[in-house]
């Protein structure tokens, strides 16, 4: 256990000195920081896991050989490439050149070592979420060695030697240790730090307590709270993943007191943080790049004005799902708040006042930061002074060197199934920048386009996701509009809808399974699984995926006028979509006037996208009379 606290440790002075105070080049310290939270992995969670079985193979001599053999390769394997990349090691530099400089020139030991990091890479993975992530990284990797065999339909490709693969995948800056690496050391696990700080400080239990007394007579009101303050915060940041660490951390616990499930709690943070980079006024980054990349060009009020109505749907769509979904749990909610109410009841007490303010202290200082123009990682790292600093005021919160060392465990645990995930993830995108798929795909869109509208943005739409595995959204806009900019004029609508709907996916794909980096983010601070909170955050953000092709077929949804009685026509849209997100709500939730049975809730979901999405007036008054019977039935059961 002492080793076990020892590394917890070393993992979070490491990334709180590093990420402020760099003393390592770039790619040393992901290295670095990928190694101590594989080994981690590797050292803390079992091969087996079924514990009885783990603890008997760790007891038996060939376990213990297995798993000192295993530490000596991980940490032979990730110190080779950290001395080979790091300057201040230049004088171990095989051929005097730095591993980056030696691409495409790789040595034999280069290409073994770097096939044994690729291993080590899935296996912690594997045990720290599961199968699916390094299933997926598995199928991209022989899409990359046999493209030559591929149909034409799967665009195929001359094919690569497991030494290219290696070589982009774990040996260079586009792979392992590449973008979705650097987001998780930058910002996700300072947060998680944040988050483990406040919790033994009592800060978190505070939210709790005052959660159930603010919010225990009202729906779902902690999840409302969420919603709204994730909206407004993702505007400020543009980063899902960074707003998602900082408003998660206060309103995972706050939703999880009102009786949601840990990874329901993290899908609706998640979902709500996703769709701030698109929430005006400010739109984070993307707005600005929108301008530049818009033909013909628009204004920045064009541009925010066309943002309203989507951005108002979406979280109108939000508000009402965790509505219904706190209606469906009612009795559990109603049985905790009674529960905590007894045990809590005397709420006047010192330590209640010292843990709130800490809180106040902490979110202040947080939100201060932020809106001073302070990076996301230098705000929480100044607000993880202030807030421990603070703590020493009380004695109720005064955190000793033991509480400090368990800060430092719980957040190892929890970030590093993010390290692992992240690692995996860049295998994934280093083979889709060696096999030029994400820039194949969007060729297909212009036959398709004259033929299916319907078809071609589906397809732009998987291009947008498959490219968003890991980047920000506005990156990830930035890339597919460089694509396939030339031919969004002849899409037939117009190009401010066509980029606000490529706009629209890339901040989907954080919360698309099984790379959703919002969700992952989400389910460590809910302390829930990574891939249970990544499908709910999908599904909370399932009008996400629907009003883009809601807003390029009817423009209107965007303020944009395209015919001569254009109000009228706005007006009646804007209406008819509003109306469609109830029965998507209800259906998500699975919750009306009473529970929705199955069956219900998919022609609840299937009419509102068809009243979504349609533009045949008989197809939407169709949509509209299974709303209304599916409607009467559940009402008659309620």
Same mark, same amino acid.
């Given at each position: 256990?002492?080793?076990?606290?020892?590394?917890?440790?070393?993992?979070?002075?490491?990334?709180?000195?590093?990420?402020?105070?760099?003393?390592?080049?770039?790619?040393?310290?992901?290295?670095?920081?990928?190694?101590?939270?594989?080994?981690?992995?590797?050292?803390?969670?079992?091969?087996?896991?079924?514990?009885?079985?783990?603890?008997?193979?760790?007891?038996?001599?060939?376990?213990?050989?297995?798993?000192?053999?295993?530490?000596?390769?991980?940490?032979?394997?990730?110190?080779?490439?950290?001395?080979?990349?790091?300057?201040?090691?230049?004088?171990?530099?095989?051929?005097?050149?730095?591993?980056?400089?030696?691409?495409?020139?790789?040595?034999?030991?280069?290409?073994?070592?770097?096939?044994?990091?690729?291993?080590?890479?899935?296996?912690?993975?594997?045990?720290?979420?599961?199968?699916?992530?390094?299933?997926?990284?598995?199928?991209?990797?022989?899409?990359?060695?046999?493209?030559?065999?591929?149909?034409?339909?799967?665009?195929?490709?001359?094919?690569?030697?497991?030494?290219?693969?290696?070589?982009?995948?774990?040996?260079?800056?586009?792979?392992?240790?590449?973008?979705?690496?650097?987001?998780?050391?930058?910002?996700?696990?300072?947060?998680?730090?944040?988050?483990?700080?406040?919790?033994?400080?009592?800060?978190?239990?505070?939210?709790?307590?005052?959660?159930?007394?603010?919010?225990?007579?009202?729906?779902?009101?902690?999840?409302?709270?969420?919603?709204?303050?994730?909206?407004?915060?993702?505007?400020?940041?543009?980063?899902?993943?960074?707003?998602?660490?900082?408003?998660?951390?206060?309103?995972?616990?706050?939703?999880?007191?009102?009786?949601?499930?840990?990874?329901?709690?993290?899908?609706?943070?998640?979902?709500?943080?996703?769709?701030?980079?698109?929430?005006?006024?400010?739109?984070?980054?993307?707005?600005?790049?929108?301008?530049?990349?818009?033909?013909?060009?628009?204004?920045?009020?064009?541009?925010?004005?066309?943002?309203?109505?989507?951005?108002?749907?979406?979280?109108?769509?939000?508000?009402?799902?965790?509505?219904?979904?706190?209606?469906?749990?009612?009795?559990?909610?109603?049985?905790?708040?009674?529960?905590?109410?007894?045990?809590?009841?005397?709420?006047?007490?010192?330590?209640?006042?010292?843990?709130? !303010? =800490?809180? @106040?202290?902490?979110?202040?200082? %947080?939100?201060? &930061?932020? +809106? *001073?123009?302070? $990076?996301?990682?230098?705000?929480?790292?100044?607000?993880?002074?202030?807030?421990?600093?603070?703590?020493?005021?009380?004695?109720?919160?005064?955190?000793?060197?033991?509480?400090?060392?368990?800060?430092?465990?719980?957040?190892?645990?929890?970030?590093?199934?993010?390290?692992?995930?992240?690692?995996?993830?860049?295998?994934?995108?280093?083979?889709?920048?060696?096999?030029?798929?994400?820039?194949?795909?969007?060729?297909? !869109? =212009?036959? @398709?386009?004259?033929?299916?509208? %319907?078809?071609? &943005?589906? +397809? *732009?739409?998987? $291009?947008?996701?498959?490219?968003?595995?890991?980047?920000?959204?506005?990156?990830?806009?930035?890339?597919?509009?460089?694509?396939?900019?030339?031919?969004?004029?002849?899409?037939?609508?117009?190009?401010?809808?066509?980029?606000?709907?490529?706009?629209?996916?890339?901040?989907?794909?954080?919360?698309?399974?099984?790379?959703?980096?919002?969700?992952?983010?989400?389910?460590?601070?809910?302390?829930?699984?990574?891939?249970?909170?990544?499908?709910?955050?999908?599904?909370?953000? %399932?009008?996400? &995926?629907? +009003?883009?092709?809601?807003?390029?077929?009817?423009?209107?949804?965007?303020?944009?006028?395209?015919?001569?009685?254009?109000?009228?026509?706005?007006?009646?849209?804007?209406?008819?979509?509003?109306?469609?997100?109830?029965?998507?709500?209800?259906?998500?939730?699975?919750?009306?006037?009473?529970?929705?049975?199955?069956?219900?809730?998919?022609?609840?979901?299937?009419?509102?996208?068809?009243?979504?999405?349609?533009?045949?007036?008989?197809?939407?008054?169709?949509?509209?009379?299974?709303?209304?019977?599916?409607?009467?039935?559940?009402?008659?059961?309620?």
């Amino acid at each position: 256990m002492t080793l076990t606290i020892l590394r917890a440790t070393a993992l979070s002075l490491f990334v709180l000195i590093e990420v402020n105070y760099p003393n390592l080049a770039q790619q040393s310290s992901l290295v670095l920081f990928a190694f101590l939270g594989i080994e981690f992995t590797l050292s803390s969670i079992p091969f087996f896991q079924d514990p009885a079985t783990s603890q008997q193979f760790a007891d038996s001599p060939i376990g213990r050989t297995a798993y000192f053999i295993l530490a000596i390769v991980t940490v032979g394997c990730f110190g080779y490439i950290f001395t080979q990349t790091e300057p201040l090691l230049s004088g171990l530099w095989l051929d005097g050149r730095s591993l980056g400089n030696r691409a495409g020139m790789e040595t034999k030991l280069d290409y073994a070592l770097g096939l044994i990091g690729l291993i080590l890479v899935l296996e912690a993975t594997r045990r720290s979420i599961g199968w699916v992530l390094p299933t997926l990284a598995l199928v991209f990797i022989a899409y990359a060695a046999f493209g030559s065999a591929l149909p034409s339909w799967l665009f195929p490709h001359k094919g690569y030697a497991w030494t290219r693969i290696v070589s982009q995948t774990f040996l260079s800056s586009q792979g392992v240790f590449g973008i979705a690496l650097r987001v998780m050391f930058t910002y996700v696990f300072l947060f998680v730090l944040f988050g483990t700080i406040l919790e033994k400080t009592g800060a978190t239990g505070y939210i709790i307590r005052l959660a159930e007394r603010l919010f225990k007579s009202r729906k779902g009101g902690p999840a409302k709270v969420a919603v709204i303050s994730s909206g407004i915060m993702g505007s400020l940041s543009g980063s899902a993943v960074a707003n998602t660490a900082t408003t998660g951390t206060f309103t995972i616990p706050m939703m999880r007191s009102a009786g949601f499930q840990p990874a329901i709690a993290g899908g609706v943070e998640a979902a709500a943080s996703s769709g701030g980079a698109l929430m005006p006024p400010i739109m984070g980054a993307g707005a600005y790049m929108m301008l530049e990349l818009i033909e013909p060009s628009v204004t920045y009020l064009q541009i925010i004005k066309a943002a309203i109505v989507p951005a108002a749907l979406y979280y109108t769509a939000l508000l009402l799902i965790v509505h219904f979904y706190a209606r469906r749990i009612q009795p559990i909610s109603e049985n905790r708040s009674i529960s905590t109410e007894k045990q809590y009841v005397d709420a006047v007490s010192p330590m209640f006042h010292a843990q709130g !303010l =800490l809180f @106040l202290i902490a979110f202040a200082t %947080l939100i201060v &930061f932020l +809106l *001073l123009k302070f $990076t996301p990682f230098r705000a929480v790292s100044l607000s993880l002074v202030i807030t421990l600093g603070a703590s020493y005021l009380s004695p109720q919160t005064r955190m000793d060197v033991q509480n400090l060392l368990d800060a430092f465990l719980k957040a190892a645990r929890s970030g590093t199934s993010l390290i692992t995930a992240a690692t995996c993830v860049g295998v994934i995108l280093g083979v889709v920048t060696l096999t030029g798929l994400g820039t194949k795909l969007p060729g297909a !869109l =212009l036959p @398709l386009a004259q033929h299916s509208r %319907l078809l071609a &943005f589906i +397809l *732009l739409m998987i $291009t947008t996701i498959l490219l968003g595995l890991g980047l920000p959204s506005s990156v990830c806009y930035l890339l597919v509009a460089t694509f396939v900019g030339p031919m969004l004029d002849q899409m037939q609508t117009p190009p401010l809808a066509a980029h606000m709907f490529i706009f629209y996916f890339g901040m989907m794909a954080m919360v698309t399974p099984p790379v959703a980096l919002a969700a992952y983010t989400a389910g460590a601070i809910a302390g829930a699984d990574i891939m249970q909170t990544s499908f709910a955050a999908f599904r909370f953000a %399932l009008v996400g &995926f629907a +009003l883009p092709y809601a807003f390029v077929f009817h423009p209107e949804l965007l303020l944009i006028v395209t015919q001569p009685n254009g109000y009228l026509m706005m007006a009646l849209k804007i209406g008819r979509t509003a109306f469609s997100i109830i029965p998507l709500a209800a259906g998500i939730a699975g919750f009306g006037f009473s529970k929705l049975l199955f069956w219900q809730r998919i022609l609840c979901i299937g009419a509102a996208f068809m009243l979504l999405i349609s533009i045949k007036m008989w197809f939407q008054l169709l949509a509209i009379g299974i709303i209304i019977v599916v409607g009467l039935i559940n009402r008659e059961t309620a």
